[in-house]
C-alpha cells in the first residue's frame, strides 16, 4: 500500500491526545486516502530537525509527504544520523526550555540566538527540504504553523496549503494536557488537508 508520510513537531506527533495513533490529522487522513501512515513527527521538533528527518528518510516513489513546520525560534545540535540511530540524538534549544532554566537552551538565547539569524537559517531548512523532494520527485505538500512563522524564502509558496495551523487550534477544543489541539481540530484539520488533495472532505 502507498504511504503517507508526515514531518513535524508534538503537533503532528499527535501530543496529548488519548488515543494518537488513532485520533492525529495524520491518522485520520491517511486512512481516508487509503495509505499506510509513516508519522515522523517528534515533540519539540525544530525546523532543522524536520529537514534533517527528511533529508534521512527512505521515501518511495508513490509516497505523499506533508510537512507542517515548526517554530522558527526553535533549533536543535544533532549528533546522530538517523540512519544509523533510527532516531536523532541531539539536543533540542527552544524558548520554552530557556524559560524553565535547561542549561543548553539558556545558553543558545543568551549567546546565538537572533530574530534575523532565526528567520534566515529556519528559510534555508525549508528551501532544502522542498528542493530535495522536488529532485527525488516526491509528491508533497506544506503547511505552517503561524504567519508569523513563516520566513520569507524562495519555497514559502511551493505546494504549500492555503491555511496554517493556528486557523485550527484557535477554534477548537484542545486536548486532555490543555496545550495541544483535541481530537475535533484534528479531524478538521485533516479534512481541509483531504479537500485540498483531492477536493473530499473527510466530514
Known amino acids: 500500500m502507498s504511504r503517507l508520510v508526515v514531518f513535524g513537531c508534538s503537533n503532528t506527533e499527535g501530543q496529548g491526545l488519548i488515543n494518537p495513533k488513532e485520533e492525529v490529522w495524520g491518522a485520520l487522513l491517511a486512512q481516508h486516502l487509503g495509505r499506510d501512515l509513516v508519522n515522523n513527527a517528534k515533540q519539540g521538533a525544530s525546523n532543522k530537525y524536520i529537514a534533517h528527518s527528511i533529508n534521512e528518510f527512505a521515501f518511495k516513489p508513490d509516497d505523499l509527504a506533508i510537512i507542517a513546520w515548526s517554530y522558527l525560534n526553535r533549533s536543535c545540535v544533532l549528533r546522530k544520523s538517523l540512519r544509523v540511530e533510527n532516531e536523532v540524538e541531539g539536543t533540542n534549544l527552544s524558548a520554552k526550555g530557556a524559560s524553565t532554566g535547561f542549561e543548553e537552551s539558556v545558553c543558545y538565547f543568551k549567546y546565538f540566538y537572533t530574530d534575523y539569524d532565526s528567520e534566515f537559517t529556519n528559510?534555508?531548512?525549508?528551501?532544502?527540504?522542498?528542493?530535495?523532494?522536488?529532485?527525488?520527485?516526491?509528491?508533497?505538500?506544506?503547511?505552517?504553523?503561524?504567519?508569523?512563522?513563516?520566513?520569507?524564502?524562495?519555497?514559502?509558496?511551493?505546494?504549500?496549503?492555503?491555511?496554517?495551523?493556528?486557523?485550527f487550534y484557535d477554534n477548537y477544543p484542545t486536548a486532555a494536557d490543555n496545550a495541544h489541539m483535541g481530537p475535533e481540530g484534528n479531524i478538521v484539520l485533516a479534512s481541509e488537508i483531504s479537500k485540498a488533495i483531492n477536493g473530499k472532505y473527510i466530514i
Open 123 to 167: 528559510g534555508v531548512f525549508m528551501d532544502f527540504s522542498v528542493d530535495l523532494l522536488l529532485s527525488r520527485e516526491i509528491e508533497f505538500k506544506q503547511f505552517f504553523i503561524h504567519p508569523s512563522e513563516t520566513p520569507s524564502h524562495r519555497h514559502r509558496s511551493t505546494n504549500t496549503f492555503p491555511f496554517v495551523f493556528k486557523d
